[in-house]
C-alpha cells in the first residue's frame, strides 16, 4: 500500500521554476539546436528549396556521403577507466600554425547563396572560435574582403586550376599577398559531378524567379529579403556567371589538369601547399614524393564520383603509408564531434567541415555558424572525457573500431584497417 498525503504547497512552489522566455528568436532558435541534425532541419525550414537542395545534395545516387556519414556511425569507441580527465585540449598544432579545434570551414562554392552573410559569417567564426577558414575559388566573397573579416586569425584559399590558367595563377598571388597561409589544390574535379536534384528544381546562378520558386519562397520570406536587399550574389572571383552550377563548373574546370599543374603551382606559391581530393593510398605516395605538405582524404562530400571511396576507411593505410612525411587530413560526413575524434584517433592531424557550417549558415547566419562549432566543440570535448583522454595526441587507433559493413573487399583498397574486427559478414 502506497502511503498518501495532501500536497505540500512549499514543496509545489519549489519545483515551479519557470525559466525566462527568450524573446530573440534567432536565439531562442539556435539554442534549441542541439545537434548538426537540427540545424540542418532549421536550415531546410528557412531556404528555398533549390538552394537548400544544392548544398545538401551530392552527385548521382548520393550513395558516398550516405556511406560516408554510416562509417561514422559505424564507429564503435573504446573508453579507457578511471583515468580522470576533466579538463581536456582540444588544439592542435596544423600546418605550421596553431588551431584551437581539430577541425577547420572547408571551402566552398556560392556560400551566399545559402544566406547573404556567406563567406563573411564563416571566416568571422572561425576567427573568433581560433580555427582556419578556406576560401574556395568559387567563393562569393573576395580574397581581400574574407581578410578583412578574419584578420588575425588563418585564412586558407582553395584553388581550382581552370583552363584559363592566368585565372587560377592571379588568385593564387593575390592569396598570398593577403596573407593566406596555405593553399588547397583540389583534384577531384576535372569535370562536374551530376548533382541531380540541381537539374530536376531546374537550379541556376542567379536563381530564377520562377512560378514555382516563387510558391515555395512564400514561407521563407527572410532568404528573399536578405537576397534582393544585399549585394548582387556572385562569384568574387569569376566573371562567369549564368546557367546551372553543372555549366557552369565544367566551364571553369579543366578535364587535362595534371602533376604538371602542381609543379607550376608550387613555384608560385610560398605557403604550405595542400592536396585535396586523394582518394588512395599510391596517390598519396606519389603526392608526398613531390613535397607536398599535406593532403586531405576527401571525395568532395559525395559531389563528384558517386561510390568513390570512403575517405574514413581510406584513412587507416594512408596514414600508415605517409603519416610520418605529410599532414593527413579528412573530410566529408563529419555531422558529430564524435566524428572527428575517431578520425583522430586514426591517425587523420585535422578535418574539415562542408555542410556542418552550411547548415549553421542557413538556420541562422553568423550565430548559426558560431552555433555549429559549439555543438562540435563541446561534442568533441565530451567523447574525449568520455574516453578517458584530455589531449588529442592521446587519442589512438585502440580508441576506435567499425562495425563490418562497410568494409571493403575486393582488391582496392587492399588491406582492411588495422583497427577494424575480423570480418562477419560481407559489406552490404
Ligand atoms: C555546397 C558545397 C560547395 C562546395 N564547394 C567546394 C568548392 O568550391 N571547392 C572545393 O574544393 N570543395 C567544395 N566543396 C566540398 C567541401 O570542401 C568538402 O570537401 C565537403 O563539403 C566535405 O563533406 P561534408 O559536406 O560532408 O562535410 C563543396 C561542398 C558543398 C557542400
Redesign the pocket.
Known amino acids: 500500500m502506497v502511503t498518501r498525503q495532501l500536497p505540500n504547497l512549499h514543496e509545489m512552489f519549489e519545483l515551479m521554476q519557470f525559466k525566462k522566455p527568450e524573446l530573440n528568436a534567432k536565439k531562442r532558435r539556435l539554442e534549441s539546436a542541439l545537434t548538426i541534425w537540427d540545424l540542418r532541419t532549421i536550415a531546410k525550414r528557412r531556404t528555398p528549396k533549390a538552394a537548400f537542395d ?2 545538401d545534395g551530392a552527385a548521382e545516387g548520393e550513395l558516398s ?1 550516405a556511406r ?2 554510416q562509417a561514422f556511425e559505424d564507429v564503435e569507441f573504446h573508453p579507457g577507466i578511471l583515468r580522470p580527465a576533466p579538463t581536456v585540449d582540444t588544439s592542435c598544432e596544423i600546418l605550421g600554425g596553431p588551431s584551437a579545434l581539430p577541425f577547420g570551414i ?6 551566399r547563396l ?1 544566406q547573404t552573410e556567406g563567406e563573411i559569417a564563416g571566416a568571422g567564426a572561425a576567427g573568433a572560435a581560433g580555427i582556419p577558414f ?1 576560401l ?4 562569393t566573397t573576395s580574397i581581400e574582403d574574407v581578410k578583412k573579416a578574419n584578420p588575425h586569425g588563418r585564412n586558407w584559399f ?1 584553388l ?1 586550376v581552370m583552363r584559363d590558367r592566368e585565372i587560377s595563377y592571379g588568385l593564387t598571388r593575390r592569396a598570398a599577398e593577403a596573407g593566406f597561409d596555405t593553399l ?1 589544390f ?1 583534384v577531384d ?1 576535372p569535370v562536374a559531378g551530376a548533382r541531380l536534384r540541381d537539374k530536376r528544381n531546374g537550379f541556376s546562378i542567379p536563381p530564377q524567379l520562377t512560378l514555382g520558386t516563387i510558391v515555395n519562397a512564400i514561407p521563407r520570406p527572410w532568404w528573399w529579403i536578405d537576397f534582393l536587399t544585399t549585394p548582387k550574389l556572385e562569384f568574387a572571383s569569376l566573371s562567369s556567371t549564368g546557367g546551372t552550377v553543372g555549366e557552369l563548373l565544367d566551364a571553369a574546370m579543366d578535364p587535362t589538369i595534371s602533376y604538371d599543374d602542381l609543379t607550376v603551382i608550387r613555384e608560385l606559391w610560398p605557403g604550405k601547399i595542400v592536396i ?2 586523394v582518394q588512395n593510398v599510391e596517390d598519396s605516395k606519389k603526392l608526398v614524393e613531390l613535397g607536398v605538405d599535406g593532403i ?1 582524404l ?1 571525395n ?4 563528384q564520383l558517386d561510390r568513390a571511396p570512403i575517405p574514413f576507411r581510406l584513412l587507416p593505410e594512408v596514414v600508415r603509408e605517409v603519416g610520418k612525411d605529410a599532414t593527413v587530413m579528412i ?5 558529430n564531434g564524435a566524428d572527428i575524434v575517431a578520425s583522430i584517433a586514426l591517425g587523420a592531424k585535422f578535418t ?7 547548415y549553421g549558415l542557413m538556420a541562422g547566419g553568423r550565430a548559426g555558424v558560431d552555433r555549429t562549432i559549439a555543438i562540435l566543440r563541446s561534442e568533441i570535448e565530451r567523447t574525449m572525457k568520455l574516453l578517458g583522454v584530455s589531449s588529442l595526441a592521446e587519442l589512438q587507433p585502440r580508441h576506435v573500431t567499425q562495425l563490418t559493413r562497410l568494409t571493403p573487399v575486393g582488391s582496392a583498397p587492399a588491406r582492411a584497417p588495422r583497427t577494424a574486427r575480423p570480418k562477419a559478414s560481407a559489406a552490404r
Open positions: 544544392y548544398t556521403i560516408a556519414r572547408a571551402p566552398t562554392g556560392f556560400t545559402m578556406t574556395s575559388t568559387l567563393g582553395q581550382y588547397f583540389t574535379t585535396k581530393g586531405v576527401s568532395h562530400g559525395g559531389r573530410d566529408t560526413g563529419i555531422m574539415l567541415i562542408g555542410r556542418a557550417y552550411l
